[in-house]
T-cell receptor, first 114, second 112 residues
């Protein structure tokens, strides 16, 4: 089955800088890659996704890049703000015999320092 | 528009007890997922229902964990008997026609 590796367990940036979180996956059949944000003490909140028919998607300050050849995708947060501080999870779809599931990375704790 | 709701938000159980966690998916969503979240293991899928049919029962979690969908708008996760290693946050998520899963607020379980 699918495996997702999230490369940075922690990331610290200064307010206004960009933050980049990288993930890799193993299953070439994966076609859907969402990102979730989890603030302290709260649940996961969907932020952005990308499908395999495109290699770039932007929503305001969030950019997702997908490199299907390298089986790698990344989340770029531009002009970071203190409220971006949270744990970010990447995920990849797994279309196995038991249906359409998501496999999650372990999470990256992003700290944005003023 | 109501999102995914979960009750209780917090639960404290003695080892060996039976506990039942509840989830109501977003109205109209056909897919429902139960996850366990811990710092060490991250997010682990426990169960996955599609239109009330059990698609995935979480392999290693089978013996003491049982999820059910009593109807299309209500699901339960029973842990019987509880063990201290079950202490975690239990998350429920639902999905409609699109691929996006929407998560509930979670139940924080502490087993003493």
């Amino acid at each position: 089955g699918e495996k997702v590796e999230q490369h940075e367990s922690t990331l610290s940036v200064r307010e206004g800088d960009s933050a980049v979180i990288n993930c890799t996956y193993t299953d070439t059949a994966s076609s859907y890659f969402p990102w979730y944000k989890q603030e302290a003490g709260k649940s996961l909140h969907f932020v952005i996704d990308i499908r395999s028919n495109v290699d770039r998607k932007q929503s305001q300050r969030l950019i997702v890049l997908l490199d299907k050849k390298a089986k790698r995708f990344s989340l770029h947060i531009t002009a970071t703000q203190p409220e971006d501080s949270a744990i970010y999870f990447c995920a990849a779809s797994d279309y196995g015999s038991s249906g359409n599931k998501l496999i999650f990375g372990i999470g990256t704790l992003l700290s944005v320092k003023p | 528009d109501a999102g995914v709701t979960q009750t209780p938000r917090h639960e404290v159980a003695e080892k060996g007890q039976t506990i039942i966690l509840k989830c109501e998916p977003v109205s109209g969503h056909n897919d429902l997922f139960w996850y366990r979240q811990t710092k060490i293991q991250g997010l682990e899928l426990l169960s996955y229902f599609r239109s009330k049919s059990l698609m995935e029962d979480g392999g290693a979690f089978k013996d003491r964990f049982k999820a059910e969908m009593l109807n299309s708008s209500f699901s339960t996760l029973k842990i019987q008997p509880t063990e201290p290693k079950d202490s975690a946050v239990y998350l429920c998520a639902s999905r409609g026609q699109q691929d996006t899963q929407y998560f509930g607020p979670g139940t924080r379980l502490l087993v003493l």
